[in-house]
């Protein structure tokens, strides 16, 4: 209805304050002064008698956040326009908000009594407004005699074990539920609003709860299966997901999303042909990150030693975060099947794409050195360095790789401008005392970078390794096989073996040495530290 053919709207001239207030007010509110706006129009409601008026003067209180004054302009504008339903369902809101229930009820069963088809929605609001209530008895209350009327309406059963679930009325609560798995056993919302309210304290509590519901309702919803099995997952407890996820997929075996989860879960748990099998009828069924699943089945293919099988999978990945590492893969397969040069070439392009080029050119010096050609190795890094002087991880590998050849000036020059660019560099400045005792005589300086090391990272066994080394050198034997042997027992590697070896064969201890170097052998007996130090001391 337009303003001229409303009878509420006063027929009445603007006098000159009633304008400049108009004017003012909006003025001050385009300032921000929304609350100074909603008072001087709430006043000039008050005088002009107009609903539109009124109608402004709510909006500004509204948005200046004050409950009050809205509730004052809103009731004014329902006085001076009783047919206005907009303005009723906002004072209901407004009263609601500020805890005054006694006068919001008149509203509500108006509301109820004028509009019956929409009783479902004013149940719904009344659950969200009322769960907040101070005085939440009272809420209760409120709530369960007008949803009494209501016996087989959904809305009214889930507002009222909204209100007594905040109220601690757990009977009413369990009541409810019980209700609403018979009367609408396929509407999720109330399982999954008390799921939610759970789990923000006790996720197996949630669980608990889920699970129960679900068994109240057979043909419960794929929305409230993977809640359970992510709620399961969530909490480590993978068989039990991977069950529940099998479970729901007799139902819903189309399902992508149960799909990928399912595979996903078996996949953990171990069984890695079901994953594969699930994983490509989650693939086949479409919806999440295909790529990401490719590379999923692929690693699932790696896993069963099928090369072929997962240089397909690998192949078929196109882009994501998931396709750099998958042409890695694919390079590596390539290695291993003695094409390794041939790796390396085809890698080159991706290290001009972005942020790649560390990585790749640490991945090619790699292959480069597992195909035994060191100075390929060193030339890629040496080629990365130049075109990323900076890069951290290639200063690092470029060190370690002059140090393996014997190169120790490179290696400590580049290991020294690791620790100018980050100062704490736990590992810069283990490599470093590590290798100026391999290499040079400078013990003492040696143990000052590790001794660092060990204080940032006191539990890592190459740390434990460098320690018990450079004591080794420094003759302190004690410490020396304390420190290799934490390492040893952490880390049952050949070159950790032969240290402690080694140590314990200088105090005398040649039955334990023997002990550690046969072990030794059975890990690693081709590793070039072992075999130096049993050819040089000839146990």
Do not use: C
Request: aromatic share 6%.
């Amino acid at each position: 209805m337009s303003a001229e053919n409303n009878p509420r709207i006063p027929k009445q001239s603007l006098t000159q304050s009633w304008l400049y207030g108009l004017l003012a007010g909006e003025i001050v509110a385009q300032r921000g002064g929304t609350g100074v706006a909603a008072e001087t129009y709430l006043q000039l409601a008050r005088e002009t008698r107009d609903p539109r008026v009124a109608q402004r003067a709510s909006e500004f209180a509204m948005f200046s956040g004050n409950v009050k004054q809205a509730s004052e302009a809103l009731a004014l504008w329902v006085e001076l326009d009783p047919d206005a339903e907009s303005a009723r369902e906002q004072l209901l809101i407004a009263l609601l908000r500020a805890g005054k229930l006694a006068e919001s009820r008149p509203l509500i069963e108006r509301a109820l009594a004028q509009q019956p088809a929409r009783a479902g929605g004013v149940f719904v609001q009344l659950a969200r407004l009322l769960a907040r209530q101070p005085d939440r008895a009272a809420a209760a209350t409120l709530v369960s005699e007008l949803a009494e009327r209501y016996p087989d309406l959904p809305e009214a059963r889930f507002a009222h074990l909204a209100v007594a679930a905040e109220a601690g009325d757990q009977a009413a609560v369990e009541q409810e539920f019980s209700r609403l798995a018979k009367i609408a056993p396929g509407w999720d919302v109330p399982v999954l609003w008390q799921v939610d309210r759970l789990r923000r304290n006790s996720v197996p509590a949630a669980i608990v709860f889920l699970q129960a519901q679900m068994q109240l309702r057979p043909a419960s919803s794929i929305e409230l299966n993977l809640m359970l099995v992510r709620l399961l997952a969530g909490e480590k407890r993978y068989p039990e997901a991977q069950a529940q996820a099998e479970k729901a997929l007799q139902r819903y075996p189309d399902d992508s999303e149960l799909l990928n989860m399912a595979g996903l879960l078996a996949f953990e748990n171990g069984n890695l042909p079901l994953a594969s099998k699930l994983l490509e009828r989650g693939l086949k069924a479409g919806g999440g990150d295909s790529d990401a699943l490719r590379y999923t089945l692929g690693q699932l293919a790696d896993e069963q030693k099928l090369p072929q099988q997962a240089r397909l999978w690998y192949t078929q990945v196109q882009q994501g975060e998931n396709y750099l590492p998958a042409r890695l893969r694919l390079a590596q397969l390539d290695a291993e099947d003695g094409h390794w040069q041939q790796a390396i070439d085809e890698l080159q392009p991706l290290s001009n794409e972005g942020g790649q080029l560390v990585r790749v050119v640490i991945f090619q010096a790699q292959l480069a050195k597992e195909g035994g050609d060191q100075a390929q190795a060193m030339r890629l890094l040496n080629q990365g360095l130049l075109r990323q002087p900076g890069a951290i991880d290639l200063l690092y590998d470029r060190a370690l790789l002059a140090e393996q050849g014997g190169d120790i000036k490179q290696a400590e020059k580049d290991l020294h401008h690791i620790l100018q660019l980050a100062p704490g560099h736990v590992h810069a400045l283990n490599a470093l005392g590590y290798s100026l005792s391999n290499h040079t005589s400078r013990y003492q300086e040696a143990l000052g970078y590790v001794e660092k090391a060990h204080q940032a990272a006191p539990d890592d066994p190459m740390i434990l390794d460098s320690l018990g080394w450079v004591y080794y050198k420094l003759g302190k034997l004690e410490l020396a096989v304390k420190h290799l042997q934490a390492s040893y027992a952490k880390l049952p590697d050949a070159e950790v073996a032969a240290h402690l070896g080694e140590a314990l064969w200088k105090t005398g201890r040649h039955d334990e040495a023997r002990k550690v170097w046969a072990e030794a052998r059975k890990i690693n007996p081709e590793h070039p530290v072992l075999v130096e130090t049993l050819r040089r001391l000839q146990p």
